[in-house]
């Protein structure tokens, strides 16, 4: 066990909307970042990772429960916690040098001081010579150094870091991870403490000593995970990749409430849509049929050459769907999944109709009413009106473009894009009336 520096405990957070209605982002979360640990938040969209690291950041309040810093109870920004953001957060007007001093500055500590804390930081990240450089000038791996520089050179109990290589390349990305390790290593470096946010499974298993599986809608602790192995790590040994899937079941599991299960109803705010399109549920189950309907995630994931984590969305999708089940990393199809993948285009089509609207959460909620209004249509805006309650702007936009584009692959409504409008097929309409006139038999021999 080490030292604890921040521990949150029992803490809920909810955010209320303009219209009144609440949105829970996260539940009863307890949690400790001790001395001289990397600790990875691993999670999908949802699970509050940014929200949780905020809070132990003292950025965002706790809607109940506690956050403390060395044992003191935080009733604002953690003084012992700088940020790393994904999106660099650098001041344009200026330099590097200027950029790095701003927290110094902040806190009122001297010129001289500034400028020698900040010349040694710069220099540490590998970026001297570009003191006086702006960051239109930087690439994107040298603008994330920079905001390195500015965390480190406070000198943090814990170095807080929300995605911080989500937004470079591959390349970059390996090579900033390498050398944060490398930083780690040495015994002068200003912090006791690492904590990551992160969607990516080998990011985390990379870089930490433990990892902290986050459940979704609202978010909470599913798992904690140690991950002791030794430093630097190699993907390819047998003791990484039983990692990476020990992660990746926690992240799959079936208690996870954004998984729509066959006897329960989600609504389209508590269960979103994956961010997955019919052409990439259709490669994933096309894949599976050829591989006797069955296969290893992470060996479908070599295949493709992408990380296994890169497949979480599409899976998700499918499971959700009825098109696979999950056994820890092993896919399985279903039998709609084997029919849908063995059919033509008319009878797949069919097949992923009565699929989506069964068990699509936002889909069903569209088509009920479309059904229910004069004459099948609906601007699209009656539905982001909806959504907005629970997204985000984007993710409301997110969840629209996913909805629509199950909802006209499957012919259960149509979309006009220069009107906004959505209107029931006309198969769909026939069968509305068909059943409205069963009902009114029915009333009638009643």
Not at 99 to 114: D, F, I, Q, S
Not at 329 to 357: I, M, N, P, Y
Request: with cysteine; hydrophobic share 45%; charged share 25%.
């Amino acid at each position: 066990m080490t030292t604890p520096i921040i521990t949150a405990t029992n803490v809920s957070k909810s955010f209320a909307s303009a219209d009144g209605t609440t949105l829970n982002v996260l539940e009863d979360v307890t949690l400790s970042l001790g001395e001289g640990e990397v600790v990875a938040m691993l999670g999908k969209s949802g699970s509050g990772k940014s929200t949780l690291l905020r809070t132990l950041a003292g950025l965002i309040a706790p809607t109940s429960g506690e956050v403390r810093y060395r044992g003191n109870l935080l009733t604002g920004a953690n003084p012992g916690a700088a940020m790393v953001f994904q999106s660099f957060a650098l001041l344009p007007w200026l330099t590097v040098q200027d950029n790095v001093e701003l927290g110094l500055r902040a806190a009122g500590v001297p010129a001289a001081e500034r400028q020698e804390r900040a010349l040694a930081a710069i220099d540490q990240i590998g970026l001297d010579g570009f003191e006086t450089a702006y960051p239109r000038e930087l690439s994107g791996g040298m603008r994330q150094r920079v905001g390195f520089a500015r965390a480190l050179v406070l000198r943090p109990d814990v170095l807080m870091m929300d995605e911080p290589f989500s937004a470079l390349d591959v390349l970059t990305t390996e090579n900033l991870r390498r050398e944060l390790i490398s930083l780690w290593s040495q015994p002068d470096f200003p912090t006791s403490c690492i904590c990551i946010v992160t969607h990516n499974i080998e990011e985390a298993v990379l870089l930490a000593d433990r990892a902290v599986v986050l459940g979704a809608n609202p978010g909470h602790i599913r798992a904690e995970v140690m991950i002791d192995l030794p430093r630097p790590r190699d993907r390819k040994t047998a003791a990484f990749e039983t990692l990476v899937d020990r992660l990746y079941g926690y992240l799959t599991g079936e208690d996870d409430p954004a998984v729509a299960k066959p006897n329960r109803m989600p609504g389209p705010l508590t269960s979103p849509l994956p961010s997955a399109s019919v052409g990439g549920l259709a490669g994933l189950v096309q894949m599976l049929a050829g591989m006797d309907g069955h296969g290893d995630l992470s060996d479908i994931a070599d295949e493709l050459a992408f990380e296994v984590d890169d497949l979480l969305p599409i899976v998700d999708a499918a499971r959700m769907l009825g098109l696979l089940t999950l056994h820890g990393v092993r896919a399985e199809l279903t039998a709609a999944g084997q029919t849908w993948a063995s059919s033509d285009v008319q009878r797949a089509k069919e097949v992923f109709a009565k699929l989506v609207v069964e068990r699509a959460p936002l889909v069903r909620t569209m088509m009920r009413a479309l059904n229910a209004a004069k004459g099948g249509t609906l601007r699209e805006d009656f539905f982001r009106d909806l959504l907005h309650r629970g997204y985000t702007v984007e993710d409301t936009e997110r969840q629209l473009d996913i909805a629509i584009d199950w909802g006209r692959y499957g012919e259960v409504f149509d979309y006009d894009a220069d009107s906004g409008e959505l209107s029931l097929t006309l198969e769909a309409a026939n069968e509305q009336e068909g059943e409205a006139e069963v009902d009114q038999q029915a009333r009638d021999v009643l």
